[in-house]
């Protein structure tokens, strides 16, 4: 029996280019025959086809078919975030090169825990963590740190090398994470380290992975506060600041999960500022409206955050996983900090190999920053932008669609990308079947958000090249399917 090849090494590109046309010719036959956002049928159906295609997951003796007949399979039973008729959630059609940069990083393999596993990988994700980390908290015209080491002076070269270990001055910092769930733990961990324990107040609008996070760490339940219209109320903040002890964090949202809706982000920094409480800002959907001049006021007081969770997976157009946390103060980094000596030898630091482990609590990592960074320098921030600006646009598109309809009540118009409307007259119940038969039936696929006691039908819109026909013909699949 042969030994098959490797997608590294000098034979590795000869190896994968049949088996990319191999894996094309088979997205392409498994995007026809499922024929819409989603494949028909329902859970049971999905299962079954999939369980005929996999037949044995374990045999004797294996199948030169096999990598055709599964991506196939998977992709005739995929939801298409690609299809402007799938707009559920916060799960976004990825860029073509930023799909392309993460072949790479796949063939390449590098793992970040330590620099001898990836030399250039972890310098890469040192300048452009820094670059983010300005985004955040600096000014986002500055481009002194996105243009590589041309120009700079050999000390400022060193504190780039230095930044990989956590050692860089005061301008800010970020990790790359899987996503929004391990960038709040983080927040939190780091804000428990730095104060010996903490209490967490958010609002009811806050994200479900901050209540895990607090069992996670071991910290008391939080202080949950009302959010009567989808925020954070300041009032309720300031009264619930004015009667706790001890240290506090605030977590505020840019971005919820359910409408969109971004907290009164100045405001609440005043009252931390106020307070001396500790502010950790969840803008894992918002986060991308830094790339939009149009929208980017819409983030004022970000800036005053202590910690900012971002993910480029929703509003950056990125392939899973593309998360971010950014740190006001990098010396806030340093709970992280942790010696296995094969890895990160003390004396090996000392000789100026940078040292990867206090970067995550993971050891393995993916080289996930290649496929952020090409998409940033082939698009540049204003191509980031306009694709923010086109979704938006689409949101308040279909808004205005939705209210000028006799059969639809909107909830409000958009702050992002995401709608909320339902059939005028309908019951929840009436609701949640329609959403559930288009899904079973393949035809749309829309969340669902339960907001001001009532159910209501989610379309958060993350394709850039949706038109206003598909808009109008979501509207008519839920009009059609909603019982008179």
């Known amino acids: 029996m042969s030994t098959p090849p490797l997608a590294s090494g000098p034979e590795g590109p000869d190896a994968l280019r049949p088996l990319l046309d191999t894996v094309l010719h088979a997205l392409a036959e498994g995007t026809a025959a499922r024929g819409g956002p989603l494949p028909a049928g329902g859970p049971a159906h999905v299962a079954e086809r999939l369980r005929t295609a996999l037949g044995d997951p374990l045999p004797h003796h294996g199948s030169p078919d096999a990598l055709h007949t599964l991506v196939r399979a998977l992709t005739d039973g995929a939801a298409d975030p690609a299809d402007p008729l799938c707009s559920a959630h916060l799960h976004c059609p990825p860029l073509a090169v930023a799909t392309a940069a993460d072949l790479a990083a796949s063939a390449l393999n590098p793992s970040l825990d330590s620099w001898d596993q990836a030399p250039a990988a972890s310098e890469l994700e040192a300048l452009l963590t820094r670059a983010l980390a300005d985004l955040v908290y600096g000014n986002p015209d500055d481009t002194s740190h996105t243009s590589g080491t041309e120009g700079m002076k050999d000390t400022e070269l060193a504190e780039g090398t230095r930044g990989a270990q956590g050692t860089r001055g005061a301008q800010g910092d970020a990790l790359v994470t899987t ?3 391990e960038s709040n733990q983080l927040a939190l961990l780091l804000a428990r380290e730095k104060h010996h324990g903490i209490q967490l107040v958010c609002g009811a609008n806050a994200h479900h992975s901050l209540h895990r996070a607090t069992w996670l760490l071991g910290l008391p339940e939080p202080v949950v506060l009302p959010a009567p219209a989808g925020t954070l109320d300041p009032a ?13 964090l605030v977590a505020a949202t840019a971005g919820t999960t359910d409408a969109g809706l971004i ?12 307070h001396g409480a500790r502010l950790h800002i969840d803008a894992a959907y918002g986060g991308g409206l830094l790339f939009s001049d149009r929208h980017r006021t819409k983030l004022d007081g970000l800036a005053h955050a202590d910690t900012v969770t971002l993910d480029l997976h929703k509003l950056g157009w990125q392939p899973v996983a593309a998360g971010l946390l950014a740190v006001r103060d990098p010396a806030d980094l340093t709970p992280l900090t942790h010696r296995a000596d094969y890895l990160n030898a003390d004396d090996d630091t000392e000789a100026g190999h940078p040292d990867l482990l206090g970067r995550s609590l993971r ?13 940033l320098k082939t698009l540049g921030r204003h191509g980031i932008g306009h694709l923010v600006d086109q979704v938006c646009a689409h949101a308040h598109e279909l808004a205005d669609l939705t209210a000028a309809h006799p059969g639809f009540e909107l909830y409000d118009h958009p702050v992002i990308s995401t709608v909320l409307f339902r059939p005028r007259g309908a019951t929840d119940d009436t609701v949640a079947a ?13 969340g669902r958000a339960t907001l001001d006691g009532r159910r209501w039908l989610k379309a ?3 394709n850039p090249h949706t038109r206003p026909g598909d808009l109008a013909t979501l509207l008519k699949l839920v009009e059609g399917h909603t019982p008179r």
């Open 460 to 462: 958060t819109l993350l």
């Open 434 to 446: 329609v959403r559930r038969t288009l899904l079973d039936q393949g035809r749309a696929v829309l």
């Open 263 to 274: 907290d009164p982000l100045p405001d609440i920094a005043d009252l931390c500022a106020t």
């Open 179 to 181: 996503g929004g769930t």
């Open 363 to 375: 050891t393995t990592r993916r080289p996930d920053i290649l496929k952020i960074a090409v998409t």
């Open 236 to 248: 309720a903040l300031d009264s619930a600041l004015s009667d706790l002890r001890g240290p506090l």
